[in-house]
């Protein structure tokens, strides 16, 4: 393990510094969920101060069905943001799931950016890693390792092929991964999840995960960040940075993703990331067959600006969930899940 941690110092604060400043959202391509209305119930025969938010993952009680999506770590300013999250996520009862932890894994240094046990108690939280580096001398020492450093409660490989080609210093050697997915999935200590990181996991993909063992799946669909269009504002390469705009409507729609891999298994645990924006967003996804609705970059500003933004942004998801829930006569997550009143309006 070789790779110069500075780079990856430098890599992550750059990454900050482009999600906040620049348009990174590919053109010609969505969420998918503006093709789902729900039916309004002028009835609903509930009491909105009933309706219950609360489930469980990771084998821990939640209060509302929300990950914050895996964002940074590995620097200062990562560690501030992801303090000022774990607070909020603590207090909401959310989920949290930390950016890629290969930075701790290089310099113990960086480890402190990913500790967020403290700030955190009884939140479930997500390691991270990239899958890839799997092909490049990390094995389960690694993985063990990153759940050790987070005090997690499950770690997720992420799958971030067309990332890592647009990216400078990117890892490319994607080959053979799956059987040592596998081999990590069987000797994890917590659950193992794989997720892509905005371009989407279809049902083939998921069914060979779920078939070597993978415990739960973020389709981190396409809608939201582009991971292409962020390796572009850091190119030097004037090819790449032309050749990014070729790529700007590719992904799979996160509703899509997940309709597309929950028609697959109706057991494994989904969650649906990717341009999420609003609890209306979070109650189709839902509605749909996601466990916990994730979300990331549309939380990043709040988290860098002061804590009383956060915690307006996370109380106004969990408002809009509520009101929608309430608005079609749900007044539970398995009601909500089964509710007959979510219609596709474009038909394609």
């Known amino acids: 393990m070789s790779h110069d941690y500075h780079n990856t110092e430098k890599r992550k604060n750059e990454h900050i510094e482009i999600a906040l400043n620049k348009d990174v959202t590919g053109n010609n391509i969505t ?4 093709n789902y209305r729900f039916k309004h119930n002028a009835l609903p025969e509930i009491n909105f101060t009933d309706i219950d938010l609360s489930s469980v993952f990771l084998g821990k009680p939640i209060k509302a069905p929300f990950l914050i999506s895996s964002m940074t770590g590995g620097t200062m300013q990562a560690y501030e943001i992801n303090k000022a999250l774990a607070l909020a ?7 949290i799931g930390l950016g890629s932890m290969r930075a701790a894994i290089e310099n113990e240094g960086t480890a402190y950016s990913f ?9 479930p939280i997500i390691a991270n890693l990239g899958a890839v580096q799997l092909n490049y001398g ?18 997720v490989l992420h799958l971030n092929g067309l990332q890592e080609i647009f990216q400078p210093e990117g890892d490319v050697n994607f080959s053979n991964l799956l059987k040592k997915i596998e081999d990590a999935a069987k000797n994890m200590p917590v659950p193992l999840g ?21 415990q739960f799946i973020d389709v981190a669909g396409a809608g939201g960040t582009s991971w292409i269009q962020v390796e572009k504002y850091r190119s030097k390469d004037r090819m790449r940075e032309r050749a990014a705009e070729a790529f700007q409507d590719w992904g799979y729609s996160t509703a899509e993703a997940l309709l597309d891999v929950r028609n697959y298994s109706a057991d494994v645990p989904l969650i649906a990331s990717g341009g999420l924006n609003n609890g209306v967003d979070a109650a189709k996804a839902l509605s749909l067959g996601a466990n916990l609705a994730g979300f990331g970059r549309t939380l990043l500003r709040e988290a860098v600006d002061d804590e009383q933004a ?12 509520r009101t929608a829930m309430f608005g079609i006569g749900a007044v539970s997550l398995a009601e909500l899940a089964s509710t007959t009143r979510l219609k596709k309006t474009i038909i394609g």
Request: charged share 30%.
């Open 310 to 321: 956060i915690h307006l942004r996370l109380n106004q998801i969990e408002f809009e969930l």
């Open 31 to 34: 969420t998918g969920f503006e």
């Open 194 to 214: 794989v997720k892509e990181v905005g371009m989407g996991i279809d049902r083939e993909t998921a069914q060979k995960l779920i078939d070597a063992g993978v």
């Open 89 to 95: 996520a603590e207090a909401h009862g959310w989920a």
């Open 115 to 123: 500790r967020i046990r403290k700030y955190a108690p009884s939140a």
């Open 138 to 155: 990390y094995g389960i020492k690694e993985c063990r390792r990153a759940v050790e450093i987070a005090e997690a409660d499950g770690l």
